[in-house]
């Protein structure tokens, strides 16, 4: 059974691109950002990828899927009331391999479609703390309406901007 907690939205958007890339080094350049970013470990190698599937049909093209769950704290000290989420689903279909010759040189690489799907929340007491107190659980709805209600909405562009 899934969790149940406040999420509200901060970012949602698609990126289509169909041309010639190199899909090794797109997944390493997100995975690199992503760790830039702060969204896993320095030295951590598996991060929050969900899955991963490939899919070869024969004398046709390849279709990759790929999904990565993070989060992360905020960097004030709100990090155990509010959490950052960050969902990537990343799917490539058309997939061939492919030559490209650039200042005189032959190149391999990759031709297809990938589209992108970034959806970005505030979680709001994932850990229910809050709920599950005796005391504070009568000031739940207090504190998110009218006295977080700001630094919610402030954390809310922040990850819209990130």
């Not at 691109?17 to 997944?27: A, G, Q, V």
């Amino acid at each position: 059974m899934a969790e149940v907690y406040d999420s509200i939205p901060a970012a949602s958007y698609t990126l289509k691109y169909k041309d010639y890339f190199h899909l090794k080094h797109l997944y390493m350049m997100m995975f690199h950002w992503l760790r830039e970013e702060g969204w896993c470990a320095p030295d951590e190698f598996d991060f929050g990828e969900e899955f991963y599937l490939q899919r070869d049909i024969p004398k046709m093209d390849r279709q990759i899927r790929y999904g990565w769950r993070l989060e992360k704290a905020p960097r004030d000290s709100l990090g155990k009331f509010i959490k950052y989420e960050l969902k990537i689903d990343v799917l490539v279909v058309q997939l061939r391999d492919a030559e490209i010759v650039y200042q005189n040189q032959k190149y391999s690489t990759n031709w297809g479609e990938v589209r992108m799907e970034v959806k970005a929340n505030i979680v709001i007491d994932k850990d229910h703390v809050w709920e599950n107190h005796w005391f504070l659980k009568h000031f739940n709805a207090l504190f998110r309406t009218r006295i977080y209600r700001d630094i919610i909405l402030n954390h809310r562009q922040e990850l819209y901007r990130e």
